[in-house]
Nanobody
Framework: VQLQASGGGLVQAGASLRLTCAAS????????MGWFRQAPGQEREFVAA????????NYADSVKGRFIISRDNAKNTVSLQMNSLKPEDTAVYYC????????????????????WGQGTLVTVSS
């Protein structure tokens, strides 16, 4: 099973980026998927997640109103549209997925996720 994140890069403050995570090896169409990030010297923190149907989302307060998570179950992908980026958004972004089936309650802690991608670096300059 692999989660392959892409779309990171270097942008200026105020710009937008779109991250995409493509899953292979199994389908996650019935599982919660999400994004975490880890800045240098910091703990990995929750960013956003979405339920299997796409009907429920959860965002960290720091990104609420700027980031949008979505998924395409036909393509086995989850995306994170990041708008109005700030220097404090600089981090390695990881996609993650749970193994439990069709849950409605979204965990916001790292240990709540069973599968992890390799991360993609987002750097926002001021």
């Amino acid at each position: 099973v692999q989660l392959q994140a892409s779309g990171g890069g270097l942008v200026q403050a105020g710009a937008s980026l779109r991250l995409t995570c493509a899953a292979s090896g199994r389908t996650f169409s019935n599982n919660i998927m999400g994004w975490f990030r880890q800045a240098p010297g910091q703990e990995r923190e929750f960013v956003a997640a979405v339920t299997w149907s796409g009907g429920t989302t959860n965002y960290a307060d720091s990104v609420k109103g700027r980031f949008i998570i979505s998924r395409d179950n036909a393509k086995n992908t989850v995306s994170l549209q990041m708008n109005s980026l700030k220097p404090e958004d600089t981090a390695v972004y990881y996609c993650a997925a749970r193994s439990s089936w069709r849950e409605s309650r979204i965990p916001v802690i790292r240990s709540g996720y069973d599968y992890w991608g390799q991360g993609t670096l987002v750097t926002v300059s001021s």
